[in-house]
């Protein structure tokens, strides 16, 4: 298998890998609308034995919220380091604003 065709397998595996995370997010979407339109009909302050323990249920479903954001960015992480081996980084002279290189190979290291 010559470099094309490995970077080809590469850039379809990772249109896959796109597709399964919008499959996921949009099932991730579908859930939070089902519990949102639940909580908000079956939970009140009255369901609470106390501020204390209203505010510890709602950091759990926070912290749910953000591990799902944690991966979904690992994920992208990845999948940016695939498009920077696969695609060529143009550092030619040009018109170009570098727009699209800040959209490629991002603004930075944001960890």
């Avoid at 970077?7 to 579908?30: D, F, S, V």
């Avoid at 609308?33 to 950091?59: P, V, Y």
């Avoid at 979904?72 to 290189?101: E, W």
């Amino acid at each position: 298998m010559n470099r094309e065709q490995a970077y080809m397998r590469m850039l379809g595996a990772t249109a896959n890998m796109q597709w399964n995370i919008a499959k996921m997010l949009e099932a991730k979407a579908e859930e939070a609308e089902k519990a949102r339109n639940w909580i908000c009909n079956h939970i009140s302050a009255a369901s609470f034995l106390g501020d204390q323990t209203q505010i510890k249920q709602t950091a759990q479903i926070n912290e749910q919220v953000i591990e799902v954001l944690d991966g979904v960015n690992k994920m992208s992480q990845g999948i940016l380091s695939v498009m920077k081996s696969v695609l060529p980084r143009n550092d030619g002279g040009g018109d170009n604003d570098g727009d699209d290189d800040e959209m490629l190979y991002g603004m930075g290291d944001m960890n």
